[in-house]
C-alpha cells in the first residue's frame, strides 16, 4: 500500500494528536504517504484533504483536541454520502484509511469497507471507553483525570460546608467516566445509565456516613441519566444536607493527554499502519490485558460493551 488517509471522527478525545503523529510518522517511516482529511467523514465527502509530512505532526504529541479536526457526520450513514466520500478516495489513488474515533466513526468505517472493500483500520479515540473489545479507548485516561482534578477541588469546599457535591460527568449510554472517577476519587456514589438507582438506598448510604463521621458526600452521576441539576432536585426533598451541582461538561474533553493515553496512541497508530502495510485492513486496533491487539472491525462494533460491576461493588464497599 502506498498511499493512505487519516481521519478524526465524532467527539475529539486527548490523544488523537499523538495518535496522529504516530500514524504520519509510521506511514513515513515504511515510505508510505498520508493524507490528512481534515473535519472527519465531512472532509472525505467534501474533498478536504492535504498530503501531511515529518513536520506536519511536530509539537502536537503534548496537545488535546485533534490538529485534523472533526464532525459529527450523519451524512456519511447514507448511501449518497458513502459513494461520495468512496469517490474522494479513488480521486486521490488513497488506498486504505485510518479512523480515529468511537463507536460511530467506526461504522463509517464498516461501511466503507463492507460495501465497497475500502480497507479500513479503526483506532478507539473517545473519551466515553463505550467499546466492548478494547479495555481502554484513547482519551479515556485524561478525561477520568482531569474529572479527579476537579472533584478534588470540590471536596475540600463541600467538607469546610459538610454538603453533598453532585458532579455530573459524560457518558451517555455507558457508565465507565462516572466510574472510574468515582472509585479513584473516594465518591461514596455513583449513579449510571446501567443500574437504575434507588433514592432510598443512596439517602441511607448518605446518613451512614455521617453517622461514621463523615463530613461531605460527593455523587458522581453519568450524564445519560439525568444532568446533575435535576438530580439535585430531587435528592434535596429527602435529605436536610445542603447539596450543590456541578457539571464538568466539555472542560473533561480538553487538556495535554496523561502518559497512558500517549503511549496508547503510539502503539495505537504504529499498529494501525503497519496492519495496512501488511495489505491487512478491516480491522480495529486495541489493548487487552495490556497486549495490543486488532481485530474484525464486524465483529467489535458488534459487540455490547459490558458494564464492570466487579468495580462497582468494590466502591460500595470502599466508599462509606
Ligand atoms: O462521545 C463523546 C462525548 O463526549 C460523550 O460523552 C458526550 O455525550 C458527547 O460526546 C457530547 O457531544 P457533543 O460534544 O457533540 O455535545
Redesign the pocket.
Known sequence: MKRIGLLTS??D?PGMNAAIRAVVRTAIYYGMEVYGIERGYAGLIEDTMYEMQMRSVSDIVQRGGTKLRTA?CLEMLTADGQKQAVSTLEKHGIEGLVVIG?DGSFRGAKCLTENYGIPTIGIPG???N?LEYTDYTLGFDTAVNTCLDIINKLRDTMTSHERISVVEV???HCGD?ALYAGITSGAEIIVVPEIAYDMEDIVMRINRSRANGKRSNIIVIA??VMGADAFVKQLQEVTTYSVRATTIG?I??GGSPSMADRMLAAQFGNKAVRLLKDGIGNRVVGIRKNEIIDMDIIEAVSMKKKFNYELYETLQMISM
Do not use: W
Request: zero cysteines.
Open positions: 465524532g467527539g478525545a459529527r468511537g473517545t473519551i466515553d463505550d459524560m457518558g451517555r467516566i450524564e445519560g466539555h473533561q474533553r
